[in-house]
C-alpha cells in the first residue's frame, strides 16, 4: 500500500463514497470494486469508514458551530438588482442554521457559493456551510413594494447595507433577533415629505414632595427617508430621563428626533415646577391625566373637556384621578389644594376575649385574645393598669415594651392578625371577704364583639359581680331562692304539725334554709328529713285508701321527682358554674381553637424561627371549680374594670353549721314537744294500717 498523508486519505474516502452514493440515486449502475491494493482506506458492504485514532479526536473535540459574521445588501431597488451576500465561519460537523426569515413576500434564489440555502419554513432560510469558510451569494426578489423587510436570527452577527438608492433602518432587538427593513428612497423624497404624526398621553402626578410628569408621545412618520421632529417643553419641565429607540439631540431647552420610517414610542420623565400645562408637540389629539395624593387636590381653573380616565390610556397611581382632552393651542392650570386628614383609628377590633383567674393567694391571671384589622398602624399602644407578663402576634412570642407613657407598645403588620396578652392584678381579702376590680387592657378602638369569662378557685364563692350597667348574683338563682322557699314552707308547716309556736318554728325554718344555702349536705338532710315526716302525715291517708298499690307508687314518682329537681337546681348549680347561651359557648371554643392552632399547631409546622433570649414563657390559665361569662357588643375598654365580691368557702360553710347547729339546739330544747308530737303521728299510722287490715275493711 502506497502511504499517503492523513488528511488526503480523509478527503478521498468521503469523495468515493459520494460519488457511490450519487450513482445510487440516479439509477447508473455501480462501478466495479477495486482492489485492496488500490482503497486508500478499508471498506466494507456495511458502508464502514475507517479513520486514524487521531483524526477522529481532532473532528469530535472541535465545536459544532455555524456562524455568519456578516449579512450585506447591495444593488439598487430601481432596475431590481437587489442581492445578498451571507459570510461566516463552521467548525466542527459544520450544523444547519437558520439565519433569516423575510416578510411582504420577498423571496431569495439564485444562491451561489461555498453553502447551500434551504427552505425552513414559509419564509424561513437555513444555511448548511460546505467549507470552513463560506460566502454565498443570493439575489432578492421583490413581489411589489419599495421596501425589504428582514428578521435574522442571533448567528448573525452584523447587518451593512449598500444599496444606492435605499436605506437601512434597524429596529430593536428581541430575544437576540433583529429585524431592519431597507427602504427605497427616491430623488424628490424631501419636496414630497409628509409631516410626522403624533398622538400625546401626559401624566402628571401631584404629592406632597413635588408634581412630576411622564409623558408618551406616539410617533408615525409615513414617508420612506428620516425626518425631523422637535418637542418644545414650555412648562418649565425638568426632563430627568429620554427613553427612545431614536436618535435625539438637545438645542436650546427643545429636543430634535430623527424619526426613521414607521412608528416610534418617545418617551420623558422629570418633575413639573409649575401649575399649568401646554402641549409641548403639534399632535392630532392630547389625552392629559391629572393624578394626585390622597392629600392634595387640583381644583382646575379653566375651561377644558373632561373624559374618563379609562379613555386617556393611562393608569393613575392615586384614586380620584381627572382626565381632560385638549388641543394643541389651549392651556389647562389648577390650583392646588392641601386637605386635612382627619384623626381617625388606622385599625379596628373585631372580637376581644378576656378570661380571668382568682386565685386563693389574692392574685388574678388574666388572658385577653385579640383579632385585629389593621390598615395603617405601625405599633398597638395598650395603656394597662395590670402587670403585662406575655405577648404574641400570630402566635409568636414578642418581646415586652412600653412607651414614654408606660403603655405596652407590640408592633404591627399589615392586614387582619390575632394579639394575645397575659397580665397580672391583685384584689383585697379581709375576715373570708374578696373584693376587686379586674381592669381590661384599654384599647383605643372599641371591640365588636366581647366576651369576658371569669373563673374562681374553689376556695371563693361568687355573690357579686358588675360591668355597668350590668349587675349579676351568681350565687343565687331563680330555681334555688324557688326550692329554697319550698323547703322553708314545708319545714314550718310540719314544725307547726308537731305543736311548736310561731316564733320558735320561724327562728328553726330560717336557720335551717341558711345552713341548706351554704352547705349541700345540709340541704340533703334537711330534703330527707321533710320527706320521713311528711310520710307521717300520708301514710294515714294512703292506708285509708282502696288503691293503696297504685298511691303508693304515686306517691315514689313524686318524691323522685321532689329529688330530681332538688338535685338538679341546687346541687348541680353549686357543683358547677352558671350556665353561659351557646354564643358565649362557641365563642369560647373559637378563641380556645384559634390560640392552640395559632399558638402550638403553627408552630409545629413552620421552620423554628431565630428567638431572642428572654422572652416571657406563656402561662396556662386554670378552669377553676365555678365559672361566669360576660358578653357585650362594641365594648370600650378605656378605663372598664369589673367589680367583684367573693366569700371565702370555709368561712360560708363555718357560718352554715352554726346556723345549723342553733336549729339542732331549738329543737334539742323543745326535744319534749317534739317527741309526743312524732309518737302521736305513729300511733295513727298504726291505728290506720291496723284497719286497712281487719276483715271489716
Same mark, same amino acid.
Given at each position: 500500500?502506497?502511504?499517503?498523508?492523513?488528511?488526503?486519505?480523509?478527503?478521498?474516502?468521503?469523495?468515493?463514497?459520494?460519488?457511490?452514493?450519487?450513482?445510487?440515486?440516479?439509477?447508473?449502475?455501480?462501478?466495479?470494486?477495486?482492489?485492496?491494493?488500490?482503497?486508500?482506506?478499508?471498506?466494507?458492504?456495511?458502508?464502514?469508514?475507517?479513520?486514524?485514532?487521531?483524526?477522529?479526536?481532532?473532528?469530535?473535540?472541535?465545536?459544532?458551530? &455555524? *456562524?455568519?459574521?456578516?449579512?450585506?445588501?447591495?444593488?439598487?431597488?430601481?432596475?431590481?438588482?437587489?442581492?445578498?451576500?451571507?459570510?461566516?465561519?463552521?467548525?466542527?460537523?459544520?450544523?444547519?442554521?437558520?439565519?433569516?426569515?423575510?416578510?411582504?413576500?420577498?423571496?431569495?434564489?439564485?444562491?451561489?457559493?461555498?453553502?447551500?440555502?434551504?427552505?425552513?419554513?414559509?419564509?424561513?432560510?437555513?444555511?448548511?456551510?460546505?467549507?470552513?469558510?463560506?460566502?454565498? =451569494?443570493?439575489?432578492? !426578489?421583490?413581489?411589489?413594494?419599495?421596501?425589504?423587510?428582514?428578521?435574522?436570527?442571533?448567528?448573525?452577527?452584523?447587518?451593512?447595507?449598500?444599496?444606492?438608492?435605499?436605506?437601512?433602518?434597524?429596529?430593536?432587538?428581541?430575544?437576540?433577533?433583529?429585524?431592519?427593513?431597507?427602504?427605497?428612497? &427616491?430623488?424628490?423624497?424631501?419636496?414630497?415629505?409628509?409631516?410626522?404624526?403624533?398622538?400625546?398621553?401626559?401624566?402628571?402626578?401631584?404629592?406632597?414632595?413635588?408634581?412630576?410628569?411622564?409623558?408618551?408621545?406616539?410617533?408615525?412618520?409615513?414617508?420612506?427617508?428620516?425626518?425631523?421632529?422637535?418637542?418644545?417643553? =414650555?412648562?418649565?419641565?425638568?426632563?430627568?430621563?429620554?427613553?427612545?429607540?431614536?436618535?435625539?439631540?438637545?438645542?436650546?431647552?427643545?429636543?430634535?428626533?430623527?424619526?426613521?420610517?414607521?412608528?416610534?414610542?418617545?418617551?420623558?420623565?422629570?418633575?413639573?415646577?409649575? &401649575?399649568?400645562?401646554?402641549?409641548?408637540?403639534?399632535?392630532?389629539?392630547?389625552?392629559?391625566?391629572?393624578?394626585?395624593?390622597?392629600?392634595?387636590?387640583?381644583?382646575?381653573?379653566?375651561?377644558?373637556?373632561?373624559?374618563?380616565?379609562?379613555?386617556?390610556?393611562?393608569?393613575?397611581?392615586?384614586?380620584?384621578?381627572?382626565?381632560?382632552?385638549?388641543?394643541?393651542?389651549?392651556?389647562?392650570?389648577?390650583? /392646588?389644594?392641601?386637605?386635612? !386628614?382627619?384623626?381617625?383609628?388606622?385599625?379596628?377590633?373585631?372580637?376581644?376575649?378576656?378570661?380571668?383567674?382568682?386565685?386563693?393567694?389574692?392574685?388574678?391571671?388574666? %388572658?385577653?385574645?385579640?383579632?385585629?384589622?389593621?390598615?395603617?398602624?405601625?405599633?398597638?399602644?395598650?395603656?394597662?393598669?395590670?402587670?403585662?407578663?406575655?405577648?404574641?402576634?400570630?402566635?409568636?412570642?414578642?418581646?415586652?415594651?412600653?412607651?414614654?407613657?408606660?403603655?405596652?407598645?407590640?408592633?404591627?403588620?399589615?392586614?387582619?392578625?390575632?394579639?394575645?396578652?397575659?397580665?397580672?392584678?391583685?384584689?383585697?381579702?379581709?375576715?373570708?371577704?374578696?373584693?376587686?376590680?379586674?381592669?381590661?387592657?384599654?384599647?383605643?378602638?372599641?371591640?365588636?364583639?366581647?366576651?369576658?369569662?371569669?373563673?374562681?378557685?374553689?376556695?371563693?364563692?361568687?355573690?357579686?359581680?358588675?360591668?355597668?350597667?350590668?349587675? =349579676?348574683?351568681?350565687?343565687?338563682?331563680?330555681?334555688?331562692?324557688?326550692?329554697?322557699?319550698?323547703?322553708?314552707?314545708?319545714? %314550718?308547716?310540719?314544725?307547726?304539725?308537731?305543736?311548736?309556736?310561731?316564733?320558735?318554728?320561724?327562728?328553726? !325554718?330560717?336557720?335551717?334554709?341558711?345552713?341548706?344555702?351554704? /352547705?349541700?349536705?345540709?340541704?340533703?338532710?334537711?330534703?330527707?328529713?321533710?320527706?320521713?315526716?311528711?310520710?307521717?302525715?300520708?301514710?294515714?291517708?294512703?292506708?285509708?285508701?282502696?288503691?293503696?298499690?297504685?298511691?303508693?307508687?304515686?306517691?315514689?314518682?313524686?318524691?323522685?321527682?321532689?329529688?330530681?329537681?332538688?338535685?338538679?337546681? *341546687?346541687?348541680?348549680?353549686?357543683?358547677?358554674?352558671?350556665?353561659?347561651?351557646?354564643?358565649?359557648?362557641?365563642?369560647?371554643?373559637? *378563641?380556645?381553637?384559634?390560640?392552640?392552632?395559632?399558638?402550638?399547631?403553627?408552630?409545629?409546622?413552620?421552620?423554628?424561627?431565630?428567638?431572642?433570649?428572654?422572652?416571657?414563657?406563656?402561662?396556662?390559665?386554670?378552669?377553676?371549680?365555678?365559672?361566669?361569662?360576660?358578653?357585650?357588643?362594641?365594648?370600650?375598654?378605656?378605663?372598664?374594670?369589673?367589680?367583684?365580691?367573693?366569700?371565702? =368557702?370555709? /368561712?360560708?360553710?363555718?357560718?352554715?353549721?352554726?346556723?345549723?347547729?342553733?336549729?339542732?339546739?331549738?329543737?334539742?330544747?323543745?326535744?319534749?314537744?317534739?317527741?309526743?308530737?312524732?309518737?302521736?303521728?305513729?300511733?295513727?299510722?298504726?291505728?290506720?294500717?291496723?284497719?286497712?287490715?281487719?276483715?271489716?275493711?
Amino acid at each position: 500500500m502506497v502511504m499517503r498523508p492523513k488528511l488526503l486519505a480523509v478527503m478521498l474516502c468521503v469523495f468515493s463514497l459520494l460519488q457511490a452514493d450519487g450513482a445510487l440515486a440516479v439509477g447508473t449502475p455501480p462501478s466495479p470494486p477495486k482492489k485492496p491494493s488500490d482503497a486508500p482506506l478499508s471498506t466494507s458492504s456495511s458502508s464502514q469508514v475507517t479513520l486514524p485514532l487521531t483524526d477522529y479526536q481532532q473532528l469530535s473535540a472541535r465545536p459544532a458551530v &455555524t *456562524v455568519v459574521e456578516t449579512l450585506r445588501i447591495e444593488g439598487s431597488f430601481e432596475p431590481r438588482s437587489l442581492m445578498l451576500t451571507l459570510t461566516g465561519r463552521t467548525a466542527g460537523t459544520g450544523p444547519t442554521v437558520e439565519v433569516l426569515s423575510t416578510a411582504a413576500g420577498a423571496r431569495l434564489w439564485g444562491c451561489e457559493g461555498d453553502a447551500i440555502l434551504s427552505r425552513g419554513g414559509s419564509d424561513k432560510y437555513e444555511l448548511t456551510p460546505l467549507q470552513p469558510r463560506f460566502s454565498l =451569494r443570493c439575489q432578492v !426578489a421583490l413581489q411589489g413594494g419599495d421596501r425589504l423587510q428582514l428578521s435574522t436570527s442571533p448567528q448573525v452577527l452584523w447587518i451593512d447595507s449598500q444599496v444606492r438608492d435605499g436605506e437601512l433602518i434597524r429596529d430593536e432587538e428581541e430575544g437576540g433577533k433583529q429585524r431592519f427593513t431597507v427602504v427605497h428612497v &427616491t430623488r424628490d423624497q424631501t419636496e414630497k415629505a409628509l409631516p410626522v404624526s403624533a398622538i400625546g398621553r401626559y401624566h402628571i402626578t401631584m404629592s406632597p414632595e413635588g408634581a412630576g410628569f411622564a409623558y408618551t408621545i406616539l410617533l408615525r412618520n409615513p414617508n420612506r427617508s428620516h425626518q425631523r421632529f422637535s418637542l418644545s417643553p =414650555r412648562n418649565g419641565e425638568r426632563v430627568q430621563q429620554l427613553d427612545a429607540a431614536l436618535s435625539c439631540e438637545q438645542q436650546s431647552g427643545d429636543y430634535g428626533c430623527n424619526v426613521p420610517p414607521g412608528e416610534h414610542t418617545l418617551t420623558l420623565r422629570g418633575s413639573l415646577p409649575s &401649575t399649568a400645562f401646554r402641549p409641548p408637540v403639534a399632535a392630532s389629539v392630547h389625552y392629559l391625566l391629572l393624578d394626585s395624593h390622597p392629600l392634595l387636590r387640583p381644583a382646575v381653573e379653566t375651561v377644558a373637556q373632561r373624559i374618563s380616565v379609562s379613555e386617556t390610556g393611562l393608569r393613575p397611581q392615586y384614586r380620584g384621578a381627572q382626565g381632560f382632552l385638549m388641543d394643541d393651542r389651549q392651556v389647562l392650570s389648577w390650583r /392646588v389644594v392641601r386637605l386635612e !386628614a382627619l384623626r381617625t383609628q388606622s385599625y379596628a377590633v373585631t372580637s376581644a376575649g378576656t378570661t380571668f383567674f382568682l386565685g386563693s393567694d389574692g392574685q388574678v391571671l388574666g %388572658e385577653t385574645s385579640l383579632v385585629l384589622d389593621n390598615q395603617g398602624a405601625a405599633e398597638l399602644q395598650v395603656p394597662m393598669r395590670a402587670e403585662p407578663t406575655y405577648a404574641s402576634l400570630g402566635g409568636e412570642p414578642m418581646l415586652l415594651t412600653k412607651n414614654e407613657t408606660g403603655a405596652l407598645l407590640l408592633p404591627l403588620s399589615q392586614g387582619e392578625q390575632s394579639v394575645s396578652l397575659q397580665h397580672r392584678q391583685s384584689f383585697q381579702r379581709t375576715i373570708g371577704l374578696g373584693f376587686g376590680s379586674l381592669w381590661l387592657p384599654e384599647l383605643a378602638a372599641p371591640a365588636a364583639s366581647a366576651q369576658i369569662e371569669l373563673r374562681y378557685d374553689r376556695d371563693w364563692l361568687p355573690i357579686y359581680e358588675s360591668l355597668s350597667p350590668e349587675v =349579676r348574683f351568681p350565687s343565687l338563682s331563680f330555681g334555688e331562692l324557688f326550692v329554697l322557699g319550698v323547703l322553708l314552707i314545708v319545714a %314550718e308547716r310540719l314544725l307547726l304539725a308537731l305543736g311548736l309556736l310561731r316564733l320558735l318554728r320561724l327562728s328553726i !325554718a330560717l336557720c335551717l334554709g341558711i345552713a341548706a344555702a351554704t /352547705v349541700s349536705t345540709f340541704m340533703v338532710l334537711l330534703c330527707v328529713t321533710e320527706m320521713v315526716i311528711a310520710g307521717l302525715y300520708i301514710l294515714p291517708w294512703l292506708f285509708g285508701q282502696k288503691r293503696l298499690f297504685w298511691l303508693v307508687v304515686g306517691g315514689l314518682c313524686i318524691g323522685g321527682l321532689w329529688a330530681l329537681l332538688i338535685g338538679g337546681l *341546687v346541687l348541680g348549680g353549686r357543683a358547677s358554674a352558671p350556665m353561659a347561651s351557646s354564643a358565649d359557648v362557641s365563642y369560647s371554643r373559637k *378563641v380556645s381553637k384559634e390560640s392552640s392552632d395559632s399558638g402550638e399547631t403553627l408552630r409545629e409546622d413552620k421552620p423554628k424561627q431565630p428567638a431572642y433570649q428572654g422572652l416571657p414563657p406563656k402561662e396556662t390559665i386554670p378552669w377553676g371549680a365555678t365559672r361566669s361569662h360576660i358578653s357585650r357588643e362594641r365594648l370600650s375598654s378605656e378605663g372598664r374594670a369589673v367589680q367583684v365580691v367573693m366569700l371565702w =368557702r370555709p /368561712v360560708v360553710q363555718g357560718i352554715g353549721a352554726a346556723f345549723f347547729a342553733l336549729a339542732v339546739l331549738q329543737l334539742a330544747l323543745r326535744q319534749g314537744l317534739l317527741r309526743m308530737g312524732l309518737q302521736a303521728r305513729w300511733r295513727r299510722v298504726l291505728e290506720a294500717k291496723a284497719a286497712s287490715e281487719s276483715p271489716s275493711a
